[in-house]
Nanobody, 120 residues
């Protein structure tokens, strides 16, 4: 029904920047809300940032002022601009979206994840 493909991860030095993207495709009338999660080895998955179609955002305290989430409901694309990266940001980052489609109503979908590694 809906597919999410995350990209943009890589290796960067502390203080550097990366921009993650997540392209949604399939039977989507609108993305109601979207979220970036991350999971580091041996740690629980945590919510990094979220955004609603109205533009309301929420951020993990440790990334406030450094990360910016955005949602383009015309192109059906979710992005995460990450600046001033720190080694503790190292994790696999996953995108998720709650979408509405005429054939299924509202439903959550997940991308495969992209690796972000920040060296000291």
């Amino acid at each position: 029904q809906v597919q999410l493909v995350g990209s943009g991860g890589g290796l960067v030095q502390a203080g550097g920047s990366l921009r993650l993207s997540c392209a949604a495709s399939g039977n989507i009338f609108i993305i109601n809300s979207a979220t970036w999660y991350r999971q580091a080895p041996l740690k629980e998955r945590e919510l990094v940032a979220s955004i609603t179609k109205e533009g309301r955002t929420n951020y993990l305290d440790s990334v406030k002022g450094r990360f910016t989430i955005s949602l383009d409901n015309t192109e059906k694309t979710l992005s995460l601009q990450m600046n001033s990266l720190k080694p503790e940001d190292t994790a696999v980052y996953y995108c998720s979206a709650n979408t509405y489609g005429f054939s299924y109503g509202s439903k959550d979908f997940w991308g495969q994840g992209t690796q972000v590694t920040v060296s000291s």
